[in-house]
C-alpha cells in the first residue's frame, strides 16, 4: 500500500457491521492518528479509537455515522491512552453523550497525559480482561494485551475472525516497547496470547490489514526474541554502554531513530534483568551492562 494519498477519508465495511476507517497506511506517519473501528447498525454502535484530537478525523468518524443513519453511539472503547488512538474521544463523547471505555491501567495514564490539554476526556467506565459486549449482532470480545501500553487492549471478533491490535501488532512496523509504560515481558506473552485466537484477519492500529495473522504475531515473535539473541550478543562481544549496545544491534540506523531504538534497547535490557540475564554496573554517565 503507499502512502501516496493517504488518508482516503473513506470507510468499508470490512464484515457484517464492521466498518474500517483506515486513517494512515503507515505506524511513521500517524498525522491524523490511528485508525479508526465502527461497529453496529443504523440502531447502534460502538466506535473502537478516535484518531487524534484534529478536526479532520473526528469529521471523518461524524460523518461516516451519519451516513450508517446515527446509530446511537453506544461507547467509545480505547485500546489505550496514546493521542494518536484516544485523542478524539473527548470530541465524540460531547458529540454523541456516548461513554469512553478503556482499561482500568489506562485510566491514570489518560487523565496524566492527555486530561490537562483535553478536559472533556472523562474515563466513564472499564473494560476488564474478557469484557464482552454485543452491538448489532457483532460480539466484541475485549483482551488485555498490555506491553506497548500496561493497560492495552485488543478486541476479537469471533463471528468474523477479526482481531482488531491496536498498537500490539502492527501493518508494516514493528511496535515500540519503550520504558516505563512499555515492557518487553509483557508483549511478548500479550502476543503469545493472540496465537490462540481463531484470527482470520488482522486489522491494526497502523498499516494495512494482515491476511495471515498467526504468522504474522509469529513474525513478530521471532523479530523480538531475535533482537533479544542480539542484545546479549552485543554484551558478549564486550559493547557494554547503551549508545554502544544500539548501534551493534540496529546497525545501519537513521539518525532519528536512535533515540527510540535506545528505549527499545532499555526495554530489552529490563525484562533480561528481571530474568537474572544481564546486570548494571554504574547509573547515568556512568550506565555500562554486563551479562550475568
Ligand atoms: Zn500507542
Not at 15 to 34: E, T
Not at 65 to 76: Q, Y
Not at 120 to 147: F, N, S
Not at 180 to 204: D, K, N, V, Y
Amino acid at each position: 500500500m503507499s502512502a501516496e494519498g493517504w488518508p482516503r477519508w473513506r470507510g468499508e465495511q470490512v464484515a457484517p457491521g464492521v466498518h474500517w476507517l483506515p486513517l494512515a497506511d503507515s505506524a511513521w506517519r500517524p498525522r491524523f492518528g490511528a485508525h479508526v473501528t465502527i461497529i453496529g447498525t443504523v440502531q447502534e454502535a460502538v466506535v473502537i479509537d478516535t484518531g487524534d484530537d484534529l478536526d479532520a478525523p473526528s469529521a471523518f468518524i461524524a460523518g461516516y455515522l451519519a451516513g450508517m443513519g446515527n446509530p446511537r453511539l453506544r461507547a467509545i472503547l480505547l485500546t489505550h491512552h496514546h493521542r494518536d488512538h484516544s485523542g478524539g474521544a473527548a470530541r465524540l463523547r460531547a458529540l454523541t453523550g456516548a461513554p469512553i471505555l478503556c482499561h482500568p491501567l489506562e485510566v491514570p495514564l489518560l487523565a496524566s497525559e492527555g486530561g490537562a490539554e483535553r478536559p472533556g476526556l472523562t474515563v466513564d467506565g472499564t473494560l476488564e480482561d474478557g469484557a464482552l459486549l454485543r452491538v448489532g449482532g457483532v460480539t466484541i470480545q475485549a483482551i488485555h494485551t498490555p506491553g506497548h501500553s500496561p493497560g492495552h487492549l485488543c478486541f476479537f471478533l469471533p463471528e468474523s475472525g477479526l482481531m482488531l491490535t491496536g498498537d500490539l501488532v502492527l501493518g508494516d512496523a514493528t511496535t515500540s516497547v519503550s520504558p516505563p509504560h512499555g515492557e518487553m515481558a509483557a508483549l511478548l506473552t500479550s502476543l503469545e496470547r493472540l496465537l490462540q485466537f481463531p484470527m482470520a484477519r488482522i486489522l491494526p492500529g497502523h498499516g494495512p490489514p494482515l491476511a495471515d495473522p498467526h504468522a504474522a504475531v509469529a513474525g513478530v515473535l521471532a523479530h523480538r526474541r531475535e533482537r533479544e539473541a542480539q542484545v546479549l550478543a552485543a554484551l558478549q562481544a564486550g559493547f557494554d554502554r547503551p549508545a554502544a549496545i544500539v548501534t551493534a544491534v540496529y546497525q545501519g540506523l537513521a539518525p532519528d531513530l536512535v533515540e527510540l531504538a535506545g528505549r527499545q534497547v532499555q526495554s530489552i535490557l529490563r525484562k533480561l534483568t528481571r530474568e537474572g540475564r544481564v546486570v548494571a554496573i554504574g547509573e547515568g554517565e556512568e550506565e555500562r551492562w554486563q551479562l550475568a
